[in-house]
């Protein structure tokens, strides 16, 4: 998969995934080379192989950031209807999930626009206790600029795609 003709493609898995799962997986790498996982909300992919993502609640990332920028997002559409499809027509009619390889940047002031699509990812749930104390204060983000792109293999059953 080319990261660059398959942008769109790319985005639009993102935004599938996000919608099943509610969030992203992103993986770094410690000073002591200990891979770590961290379930990600808020992250939001641009128009040109960059994406940005809240770091409110993030430990590791921003300390594994220091020592080693790479890191790799996990997209998976987690829709049972996708799977359940699949598994009986024995093939995935769409990429049941996509990684997204590239290195962190600084962490930097969030933009009105940023914060607006925060706020559009949320709106739904503003109404309940938990919002404002999730979602309020949410001011600072970190960019991504990302360098590739994969497929993840599930043998003749994405063989096609």
Same mark, same amino acid.
């Given at each position: 998969?080319? +990261? ?5 493609? +790319? &985005? ?11 969030? =992203? ?20 992919? %641009? ?5 940005? =993502?809240?770091?409110? =609640? ?7 950031? @220091?020592?080693?920028?790479? +890191? ?7 829709? $049972? ?6 598994? !009986?027509?024995? @093939?995935?009619?769409? !990429?049941?999930?996509?990684?997204? !390889?590239?290195?962190?940047?600084? $962490?930097?002031? #969030? ?5 607006? #699509?925060?706020? &559009?990812?949320?709106?739904?749930? &503003? ?5 404002? =104390?999730?979602?309020? %204060? ?17 043998? @003749? ?5």
């Amino acid at each position: 998969m080319d +990261i660059r003709t398959d942008w769109t493609k +790319i &985005r639009n898995h993102f935004r599938r995934s996000f919608g099943t799962s509610l969030h =992203y997986s992103i993986s770094s790498v410690d000073k002591d080379n200990n891979p770590t996982t961290t379930p990600i909300g808020s992250l939001f992919l %641009n128009n040109d192989q960059t994406g940005f =993502y809240f770091e409110r =609640y993030p430990s590791n990332l921003p300390k594994n950031s @220091k020592h080693n920028k790479n +890191i790799c997002v996990l997209a998976v559409n987690s829709s $049972k209807w996708l799977w359940l499809k699949s598994l !009986y027509k024995n @093939k995935f009619s769409d !990429y049941p999930a996509i990684k997204l !390889y590239g290195t962190l940047g600084e $962490k930097r002031q #969030a933009t009105e626009n940023e914060l607006r #699509a925060l706020k &559009r990812r949320m709106r739904k749930t &503003r109404q309940l206790q938990g919002h404002k =104390y999730l979602w309020s %204060n949410m001011d600072t983000v970190r960019d991504i600029f990302f360098t590739n792109a994969e497929l993840i293999n599930l043998g @003749k059953m994405t063989k096609h795609l």
